[in-house]
């Protein structure tokens, strides 16, 4: 099994693309279970935001999963092209696909690092995934890892406390335009974590009129009493851009909710006073054709990566120390992944031995009908030290080296010994080991005395 990653970000493709690409929340359900239906893939999730959209997953065959998941990326948005989607992709495996999850996770592959919206994305996509079963025991250990991982960078490190969002951002960009923020009048479209995020970067630098408008009327009330601001309905928000000299938009429509028709009568309604329009919607909801409005400025979310290049160096310090963090943590996980490889193939080896074990003593005892019961315990106890002291140092090994370089090939060794790959029927176990006490007989000796009985341990071990 391998687990690989294929994906675009606001670093690979620009917002056009994005947002043809985004899966809106209400069809993330559906994606998975088609994503799950191609062959070779076992185990999958997909995470889907304003600056990336990302399918991990769990293949039997990394080309071919590779395949897959750009085909699904096709099949899904069917205005794009293979040709228009593949030059913006990027792929990954292995300890680079799971050392990109963590660094998404942690906020440290996000347009601004540190930014706290990205953890919660990647745990709602986990809960999506969980709930529509596409993910396994790989998945499940990675993602909770990431997870654990980027509470780790926020606790150890200080980049929580220099975090700031693309909310963040547009507001220090409104800042360079307006000098003064206490004597305008913000209205905020759409009640998404960046509104409200907005709402409280906006109140903190001295805004006191915050008009609020979402879909949902009572939402719309219930955010405005919360941060002291006045509640718009949603049909009348654009009769009411006029009284505004920042407009934010930020909601999950999928067109444009702002014309360049509606900039230009509220710009006149206000004798030409400049209006600052932000859009960091994905997909995009103010028409580009905003720039073209006289006395309009409008900023979309790629707008913002200058902002974010300026406080990225106040960022270095501290994000250095979170690639340690992560670094440490994918060796971890990576452990974790190695044993996967040979405990199978350790419960196999038990089961052999078992197997053969069980059918040479019930033989025995099949003609020593004479024996009392504690005679028979004796033999079977007998049986089972020899066997156990026989596989022992074989257990020891594969589990010593499965992190070394030469791990897969003692495992692979392990299998062909033991005939693992190809189970025998019980009435050939026997046949197929008969010299096999004969063995045991001539080195019991020297097994003796290189090993203790490991019965109790060793099938806690295979377990």
């Known amino acids: 099994m391998h687990l690989i990653v294929v994906g675009l970000s606001h670093k690979t493709a620009p917002v056009e693309i994005r947002e043809r690409l985004a899966v809106p929340e209400s069809r993330l359900g559906e994606a998975l279970t088609r994503l799950s239906s191609y062959s070779g893939i076992k185990e999958g999730i997909l995470l889907s935001t304003c600056n990336r959209v990302e399918v991990y997953s769990v293949v039997d065959d990394v080309d071919t999963g590779y395949g ?82 980027a509470k780790r960078v926020r606790t150890e490190t200080k980049i ?22 206490d004597e305008k009048t913000v209205l905020l479209v759409g009640a998404g974590e960046m509104a409200k995020l907005a709402a409280r970067h906006l109140i903190a630098h001295g805004v006191e009129h915050v008009r609020i408008t979402t879909r949902t009327p009572q939402h719309a009330v219930d ?19 006029a009284s505004a000299d920042i407009v934010l938009v930020s909601t999950g429509a999928s067109h444009y909710l702002v014309g360049a028709e509606d900039v230009h009568r509220a710009v006149r309604e206000r004798m030409n006073r400049p209006m600052f329009l932000i859009d960091i919607s994905v997909p995009r909801n103010i028409d580009p054709a905003v720039r073209h409005v006289d006395n309009a400025f409008l900023f979309d979310i790629d707008d913002l990566k200058h902002r974010v290049e300026q406080n990225r160096a106040e960022r270095v310090q501290e ?33 052999r031995v078992d197997d053969i074990k069980r059918a040479e003593v019930e033989k025995v005892l099949g ?3 004479h024996l009392s019961q504690q005679d028979r315990e004796l033999v079977e106890g007998l049986a089972s030290s020899i066997v ?30 033991f005939h693992l790959d190809r189970p025998a029927p ?31 341990s060793m099938r806690k071990q295979a377990q």
């Not at 929580?160 to 923020?181: P, Q």
């Not at 992190?403 to 299998?415: D, I, K, T």
């Open 160 to 181: 929580a406390e220099m975090a700031v969002s693309v909310s963040y951002a547009a507001v220090e960009l409104a800042k360079k335009i307006f000098s003064n923020l």
């Open 367 to 369: 003609r020593l009908g």
């Open 68 to 149: 897959r998941i750009q085909e699904f990326l096709a099949d899904t948005h069917l205005s794009l092209s293979s040709e228009q989607l593949t030059p913006h992709l990027y792929w990954h495996t292995g300890d680079r696909a799971i050392a990109h999850l963590f660094r998404v996770a942690a906020s440290l592959d996000s347009m601004i690092i540190g930014e706290s919206q990205i953890l919660g994305q990647l745990k709602d996509a986990f809960e999506v995934a969980l709930a529509h079963k596409t993910t396994g025991v790989i998945m499940n250990k990675v993602v909770k890892k990431a997870i654990s991982v």
């Open 426 to 456: 019980a009435s050939r176990q026997t046949e197929e080991c008969a010299d096999l006490p004969r063995y045991l007989s001539d080195r019991s000796d020297s097994v003796e005395t290189e090993e203790p009985d490991q019965q109790p």
């Open 223 to 241: 955010l405005a009493a919360k941060f002291g601001g006045t509640a718009v309905p949603f049909d009348q928000f654009k009769d009411d851009m």
């Open 388 to 417: 156990n002291k026989l596989i022992h140092r074989t257990m020891i090994t594969l589990k010593t080296e499965v992190n070394s370089s030469s791990g897969p090939a003692f495992v692979e060794a392990a299998r062909r010994f």
């Open 319 to 351: 994000a250095e120390k979170a690639e340690r963090m992560v670094l440490e943590e994918v060796a971890t996980i990576l452990e974790w992944m190695k044993s996967l490889e040979v405990t199978p193939t350790i419960v196999a080896l038990r089961n």
